[in-house]
């Protein structure tokens, strides 16, 4: 028979293998033409990139000064970001934020 696919990509993302099979339907008779003997084989898939996360620095940075010098303010703050998200990965989150200070 025809080469077919009996095992799904061992894989969801980034390259791996399945599995083709094929069987024999009848034996060779009468000095036919012998049947192959390799009845199954891997094949290589591809099932697209892998999901990237996003990575950020793990320490915040201040960005300006408090907002008052002394009875409470605020300060804003940034992280960066190290590498961005792809192909359906995690998003970053929050990169800015502000923080009380001068309290």
């Known amino acids: 028979t025809p080469w077919k696919e009996t095992e799904p990509c061992d894989v969801t993302c980034g390259v791996g293998q399945s599995l083709l099979t094929r069987t024999i339907i009848q034996k060779e008779t009468n000095g ?13 898939c591809d099932q697209g990139p892998c999901p990237i996360a996003c990575v950020t620095t793990a320490s915040w ?34 990169l800015q934020r502000t923080v009380p200070c001068n309290e």
């Open 32 to 44: 036919g033409r012998p049947c192959p003997k390799v009845l199954e084989r891997p094949r290589q």
């Open 61 to 94: 940075k201040d960005v300006g000064v408090c907002s008052v010098t002394c009875g409470g303010g605020v300060q804003h703050q940034v992280r960066e970001i190290t590498t961005p998200p792809k192909y359906g990965g995690a998003g970053c989150g929050d």
